[in-house]
């Protein structure tokens, strides 16, 4: 009786850690349902401390090609070695921090890397720029009959003033990422489209895709976060996008099944998006 209570209790123990270790896949041409009903005191916690940090250490800056001018912070790697060199993350961020004060575009993802364990062990420029403007507008792709997002001149000129960042700063070309939650999501996915050759790596937290260049993007790691009972940017675009390069790109998506839009930044994903990235190069 004792033996079979043994084997019975690690068969459990095994389901469990199989469930586990299924919750934190990050398998390209994997989706991940994720139950998280309520966030734990310390994951809320977390999130607030990030939130809380003093960003003085993001220096401020402004891109001006003579059109357009977009405001930005950069953040630099904790004892810069002139003779080293980093990765860049840039942040996209949402609908909510449009606007020229230069400091409204300082949200978790971009604060996250100013963490003590972060800016020793993953240390890099991270590069988070404010637009005036919305960065992606969305229209209804009829075919698939779910919106999809398009881009403006003001994230060319970011685009093309990461170039200019990587000639003048100890930047790594293999190893330049880009994330962003929201519109930002959405701006990422444009940001890819335009510059597949630019990026290691990808992150769309809660965006909406972009679907006409997909076939430029299946050598490039994307990750899809998103919940199900987001509704303001509901996550039909993100599956479709996922659904439609499972097989041919190298792509994966988390699910959370219980979260909506803006409590979708947990402590398990901002905890899990460094290690992810920097293992990603081109």
């Known amino acids: 009786m004792i033996q079979k209570l043994k084997k019975n209790l690690s068969f459990s123990i095994l389901i469990l850690s199989v469930v586990s270790c299924v919750c934190h896949q990050t398998k390209f041409g994997t989706r991940t349902e994720i139950f998280d009903k309520k966030d734990s005191l310390k994951s809320l916690a977390r999130i607030k401390e990030i939130k809380n940090l003093d960003y003085s ?147 769309n937290v809660a965006g909406i895709s972009q679907f006409d260049k997909m076939n430029q993007l299946t050598k490039l790691p994307i990750w899809i976060v998103h919940g199900s009972q987001d509704t303001d940017n509901f996550p039909q675009s993100n599956f479709k996008f996922y659904d439609e390069m499972k097989y041919k790109g190298r792509v994966f998506l988390w699910e959370y099944k219980d979260k909506y839009h803006n409590n979708i930044l947990s402590a398990e994903l901002v905890d899990k998006i460094p290690e992810w990235l920097f293992r990603q190069n081109r």
């Open 57 to 203: 250490d993001f220096k401020a800056g402004k891109f001006d090609n003579g059109k357009v001018v977009v405001n930005y912070r950069l953040l630099k790697p904790k004892n810069l070695n002139q003779n080293k060199k980093y990765p860049l993350v840039v942040v996209f961020h949402g609908s909510g921090a449009v606007g020229t004060n230069n400091t409204s575009q300082m949200g978790v993802l971009s604060k996250m890397w100013l963490l003590p364990e972060n800016q020793d062990h993953y240390q890099a420029y991270v590069l988070s720029p404010q637009f005036p403007v919305r960065s992606s507008n969305y229209h209804l792709d009829e075919t698939r009959n779910v919106p999809v997002s398009e881009s403006n001149e003001h994230l060319d000129l970011v685009l093309k003033s990461v170039d200019s960042l990587v000639i003048n700063e100890n930047i790594d070309l293999d190893r330049i990422y880009v994330m962003g939650f929201s519109m930002g999501g959405a701006t990422t996915s444009n940001a890819i489209s335009k510059r597949p050759d630019l990026f290691a790596a990808a992150i």
